[in-house]
């Protein structure tokens, strides 16, 4: 058989440009390879969802027709977030499913994230499944397509686990992406009202894009708060696994502020728990976690490495700077967005204002994820180059993915992006002058390992 395009088999899922590295056929024999690894672990069937991507319909159905070529069932959710892909699995016993989505990425691209036997493929064994669709072995049989309407049980679980303590009025923007399908409904029944932005599901992305890591896309949000008497405000990426959080006043409250919330209020429960966050996270965190009785671990960036990792210590909690918060406790370990923000509105529905607890969280200046855009491979050659830079006065340099290098008084990171041809870069001080050298130290580590770089700070 002919070799599939390496590019786009990523760190943690599949991920590629629709029509050109990522096609109907090349993910009809993804499919194949899929189900037969499922196969070999005696899964009964693969619960297969999508997001609002235009290429979506055409993509799920060649998923599907290889999974029944290799002749283990698929199931069909249909239109829904990547998380009620993932709670399929385990609600319909199949503890296998694939999401067909592109995320937060351009609306040319999409992919497949894969859980098998409840594992979430990474690393080797996505380049194993390369190989396997590539050269075999692959199993033959015919397996049955049939549908499945997750969503009712979907909202009714999060229902039954979230109570708020008040009614709260928020807004929220779902950006276009899957999430509008659900996102309304579920907060609705949970007592909210709802002031909606974009939640009619477009593939286009007529509004903005589905990215709440991007301050430019919280701008409606923003301008909502400011235009009602909602109190706080929400928004969920494409696939509507990550979440994003304005307060009445706008200030954005960064994923790893919210990790704080959350980490005080799981710790209440679970006291020494491990509390698992990545290498862009905050340095408050780690102090904030050990005065809640809890144990700091940070860990590499992405949401297949960070579940393997929360899977591996028992963690009752992790997220990701990205907006990708895992809870296991009360909950399942699986990123999911919905459910973060039916957890957030829990603990700030507890007080008078949500926007007091917010606001108190610890806050140093920083810096949103920056992206260097590059050409597809350079990425990870710079990061190669720049782990042998000098950095003055660094008090550690952290290299579990990418270069994070520690000062007293801030720290500045670099990571080659897994599903695109970036760098992100991330920098956090105690005040503008640390930041202001510490953006200045990397500024001529770069320019030393790769001469004439054009960096977004």
Not at 20 to 35: C, E, F, N, P, Q
Not at 166 to 184: E, H, L, T
Request: overall charge negative; some cysteine; aromatic content about 6%.
């Amino acid at each position: 058989m002919s070799p599939l395009p390496a590019e786009i088999f990523k760190a943690y899922d599949i991920r590629g440009i629709v029509g050109k590295s990522l096609t109907a056929d090349i993910v009809r024999r993804i499919g194949h390879a899929l189900a037969s690894l499922a196969l070999e672990q005696d899964q009964p069937a693969i619960a297969v969802g999508r997001d609002g991507r235009l290429s979506g319909p055409e993509l799920a159905d060649a998923l599907i027709e290889g999974i029944c070529a290799a002749g283990i069932d698929a199931i069909d959710l249909g239109c829904v977030p990547t998380p009620v892909t993932y709670f399929a699995a385990y609600e319909l016993g199949c503890n296998s499913c694939v999401s067909v989505t592109g995320s937060h990425n351009p609306p040319d691209y999409n992919g497949l994230k894969m859980v098998i036997g409840g594992t979430t493929l990474a690393l080797d064994a996505i380049q194993n499944l390369r190989l396997r669709a590539e050269s075999g072995p692959l199993t033959r049989g015919q397996g049955k397509r049939r549908s499945a309407d997750i969503l009712p049980a979907y909202v009714d679980r999060i229902a039954g686990d979230v109570r708020l303590a008040r009614p709260m009025k928020i807004v929220m923007d779902c950006g276009n992406g899957v999430g509008g399908a659900i996102a309304p409904t579920l907060f609705r029944r949970l007592g909210c009202e709802v002031v909606e932005l974009y939640s009619a599901v477009d593939g286009h992305f007529p509004n903005h894009h589905p990215d709440p890591s991007k301050p430019e896309n919280l701008a409606d949000v923003i301008k909502a708060l400011r235009d009602t008497d909602a109190e706080i405000g929400i928004a969920f990426d494409g696939d509507a696994d990550r979440l994003g959080v304005v307060t009445k006043d706008g200030e954005i409250i960064f994923p790893d502020r919210q990790l704080m919330l959350f980490a005080a209020d799981v710790l209440s429960r679970v006291p020494g728990g491990t509390v698992i966050y990545d290498v862009k996270c905050s340095r408050q965190l780690a102090p904030w976690i050990r005065a809640h009785g809890g144990v700091p671990l940070m860990w590499k960036t992405g949401h297949a490495l960070v579940k393997g990792k929360l899977r591996e210590t028992g963690a009752p909690l992790a997220g990701e700077m990205s907006g990708h918060t895992f809870f296991k406790e009360r909950w399942y370990g699986f990123d999911d967005g919905l459910y973060a923000g039916a957890r957030l509105l829990e603990i700030l529905s507890r007080a008078a204002d949500g926007n007091t607890l917010l606001k108190a969280l610890p806050n140093t200046p920083s810096t949103p994820e920056l992206n260097l855009k590059m050409a597809e491979g350079e990425p990870f050659a710079l990061i190669e180059k720049l782990r042998a830079a000098n950095f003055e006065g660094a008090r550690e340099i952290i290299t579990i993915d990418g270069i994070r290098v520690e000062y007293e008084d801030g720290f500045g990171l670099a990571r080659p992006s897994n599903t695109t041809p970036v760098v992100v870069l991330r920098f956090e001080a105690d005040d503008a002058a640390a930041l202001a050298r510490i953006q200045e130290a990397f500024r001529q580590a770069l320019d030393s390992v790769w001469p004439g770089i054009q960096l977004p700070f």
